[in-house]
């Protein structure tokens, strides 16, 4: 493989890795401004002579690894001297930095090591994990993730960040538990940034946008359609057991951020679309919605299918040619790479944008088929921020940052 190369340019570790030509995902508020003169020297890493499938390979690895590394942090929170959790859990970061090493990804690996020997502190029983702390431990291994796939699609990775996030792990290996607890959060907003703003770091974090049903949709009981769209969203909900009440979460969801946005979408196309946007999913078969493990590439045509039949579906009923719209390209994303038509940018309509971010938002927040484990508001909420341009539109993400900052506001204590 060839030499590990290091170019620097300059640039402030406080603009967060913003978004530019190359398609870097941010890890901050979209519209948050550039830092001023507080100017660092960025490192960048150049990937190594790794051809695709080798890349692949590693991702895969990286992926199951972290996953099992979330799982066993979970349970080592509630069963903190259970010895099988604890060995289970270092063999999988043990992979993660065997991986990332074996590829000669060191800026990687290095930080995956900072993670494992603050680790090696707690199963010492010199520091105590707490809920603030797995909560740090589980966005930082999120960000190691995304820095791995923007590497395989750019070649090239920022590392300036990585650095400085495993200093702040390294240094809370000797502190006592206060200043380890203020050590976490500053990781998690040194990751997070501008949207976690107001958020709590632990408490709370799964607050549900519960302002009552009727105040967002008051146009349901107007028309008789949209009760007919609420009673098919029913069965739609049926077809796997990790969606109860899902329909209903993200039309609430769509329906509060609708409020933030500077042209809101007419909220009875919305509804509808809300309502219906996976009702292609009812001709899918339950098996195939509830598979554990990785979708083939048939597998993956016959699930995309969902969005064409559900447009066919709703443009025959006149009226609803809007909401028709929205089903057909709410897999689409800014970058180009969604379905069924590959559209960018301003070709989707704001409907289509709107419900990508609900759903995401569900399917993070709540156990899948292929993850046993809810994600925390806060790991949302970053996610999301960061795969702004990418797959995500910046005016729905910053309307949605908006939201959640009113939805704990009005349900805290």
């Known amino acids: 493989m060839q030499q590990l190369l290091y170019f620097r340019s300059s640039k402030s570790i406080l603009t967060r890795l913003k978004q530019e030509d190359t398609g870097l995902p941010t890890m901050t508020h979209p519209s948050q401004p550039a830092a001023n003169s507080d100017e660092v020297e960025a490192k960048f890493f150049a990937m190594p ?14 992926t199951e690894a972290l996953q099992a590394v979330e799982r066993d942090l979970l349970l080592l929170e509630r069963e903190p001297d259970n010895e099988e959790v604890i060995n289970s859990l270092f063999r999988a970061l043990h992979n993660v930095k065997g991986s990332c090493k074996m590829c000669l990804l060191d800026p990687l690996s290095d930080y995956s090591h900072s993670i494992e020997e603050l680790l090696s502190v707690v199963r010492a029983k ?76 632990v408490q709370h974090q799964h607050c549900a946008i519960d302002k009552p049903y009727s105040a967002y949709l008051k146009i349901e009981a107007e028309l008789e359609d ?61 098996n195939l ?42 897999h689409e994303r800014p970058d180009g790479n969604g379905y069924p038509q590959g559209l960018k940018g301003d070709q989707i309509c704001r409907g289509a944008k709107l419900i990508a971010v609900a759903d995401t938002y569900f399917s993070i927040t709540n156990i899948r088929a292929d993850r046993t484990n809810k994600r925390s508001m806060m790991r949302a909420i970053t996610e999301i921020n960061a795969y702004v341009g990418t797959q995500f539109d910046e005016e729905v993400v910053i309307a949605f940052n908006k939201m959640m900052k009113e939805s704990y506001t009005r349900t805290a204590p």
């Open 49 to 62: 002579d790794i051809d695709a499938e080798t890349m692949q390979d590693f991702m895969e690895s990286l």
């Open 126 to 201: 010199q520091l105590k994990l707490t809920p603030l702390l797995k909560e740090a431990l589980l966005i930082a291994l999120d960000f190691l993730k995304l820095r791995a796939e923007f590497m395989q699609k750019n070649g090239r990775l920022e590392t300036e960040q990585l650095f400085t996030i495993a200093k702040h792990f390294d240094r809370m290996q000797s502190m006592p538990a206060g200043e380890a607890e203020i050590e976490a959060a500053t990781i998690i907003k040194l990751i997070g940034g501008a949207p976690l703003d107001g958020i709590p770091f």
């Open 226 to 286: 949209i009760e007919f769209f609420k009673t098919l969203s029913l069965r739609i909900d049926k077809k796997s057991p990790f969606w109860e009440n899902r329909t209903k979460s993200i039309l609430q969801f769509c329906m509060a951020a609708n409020n933030h946005l500077e042209h809101p979408i007419d909220p009875q196309q919305l509804a509808t679309a809300a309502y219906l946007h996976d009702i292609g999913m009812v001709f899918v078969s339950s």
């Open 289 to 330: 919605i509830n598979k554990h493990s990785k979708l083939t590439p048939y597998e993956e045509q016959e699930i995309q299918l969902h969005a064409q039949l559900g447009y066919q579906l709703l443009t025959r009923m006149s009226g609803w040619e809007d909401a028709a719209r929205i089903i057909y390209q709410h």
